[in-house]
């Protein structure tokens, strides 16, 4: 069984770069004063399970089954309609990098950037649904921890990592962009700096903060009742509506630590790794092009592998692992 595709009536033409679709955001907001909480599906356009979980939580407030308590909600359940369309991860580019307002869009995904920028930065909190390729259990992405440095301070790694365990999945990752700035420094100039901001990463810039779930495989229906149950703990963390939620006894988080790019199209990872396969010291991760190993520096585990990654792209990333 895969997951059906949700016609979007708000489209009022084919999107395009020069002609970006309208987005359609759906709001409450309370009387009585709160939090105020942005969700986001189909960042990436092949990522529909967030979609499908936003539709059947607008239909819950809409029908009154659900009331809003206190502060105010926006959703989006689609923030890329061209990629939506195409059913693919992009439009013209990832909407989730270099996510930087451009006075002068080249694109369609610079247009939503345009749009979605303003939202960002009049809401206290993010929740972005995604899911992904291939198989594997569904988990939660935090940013840094509190710091004042120049790559990404940060003040909220409290309320972030609350936020995190709210929507009650038992893996979060933590530690995207820092990594990332390897991953740059590596890439001998094919990536900007600027290139990891993502969603999260722009919310964090203006005050907020946010977090990324990945709900589970593409077109495995059970990432749509991980989707709706996160948006149901995160209602309730914030005390925004009476939902039921389940809590979690023991949280597992996987400290990012490494990247590696892949430097030729004939670099061949050991075996065909998937999120969260673990590994020991030594052991062997991949083989260049030129027959040089990349061995494991620390016991941890492999963390967004992709195995058909664009030259100078993200390979695979190292994680250390520790329970809570």
Not at 20 to 46: E, K, T
Not at 100 to 119: G, W
Not at 161 to 184: C, D, H, R, S, T
Not at 315 to 322: H, K, M, P, R, V
Request: aromatic fraction near 8%; charged fraction near 20%.
């Amino acid at each position: 069984m895969t997951v059906s595709r949700f016609h979007i009536p708000q489209l009022d033409h084919s999107p395009s770069a020069d002609q970006p679709a309208a987005l359609r955001s759906y709001g409450w907001a309370s009387a009585v004063p709160g939090p105020s909480l942005l969700i986001f599906g189909a960042v990436h356009g092949n990522e529909q399970s967030g979609t499908h979980a936003i539709h059947r939580w607008i239909e819950r407030f809409e029908s009154g089954q659900v009331r809003l308590k206190r502060g105010r909600l926006t959703m989006v359940p689609v923030a890329n309609p061209k990629a939506f369309i195409k059913n693919e991860r992009e439009g013209d580019r990832n909407l989730n990098r270099n996510f930087v307002p451009q006075a002068e869009p080249q694109n369609f995904e610079d247009h939503m950037v345009n749009a979605l920028a303003p939202l960002l930065e009049s809401h206290d909190a993010l929740l972005d649904l995604h899911s992904y390729s291939g198989d594997g259990q569904p988990f939660a992405m935090t940013g840094p921890l509190n710091n004042t440095g120049s790559l990404e301070p940060f003040a909220r790694q409290q309320e972030e990592e609350a936020f995190a365990k709210a929507v009650g999945l038992p893996v979060i990752v933590q530690g995207w962009l820092e990594v990332y700035e390897q991953a740059v420094k590596a890439s001998g100039g094919a990536l900007r700096p600027e290139h990891g901001i993502g969603t999260n990463e722009f919310m964090r810039s203006r005050g907020g903060y946010a977090i990324t779930v990945e709900s589970g495989s593409h077109e495995e229906p059970q990432a749509i009742e991980v989707a709706d149950r996160c948006i149901a703990g995160v209602l309730n963390l914030l005390e925004m509506a009476d939902v039921t939620v389940e809590p979690v006894a023991q949280y597992t988080t996987h400290h990012m630590r490494q990247v590696f790019m892949r430097q030729s199209a004939d670099d061949r990872m050991q075996q065909d790794w998937q999120n969260f396969d673990p590994f020991r010291k030594g052991d062997l991760l991949a083989t260049r092009a030129d027959g040089s190993q990349i061995l494991a520096p620390f016991d941890g585990c492999v963390i967004f592998p992709q195995a058909d990654a664009a030259v100078n792209r993200e390979w695979f990333y190292l994680a250390q692992t520790d329970h809570s």
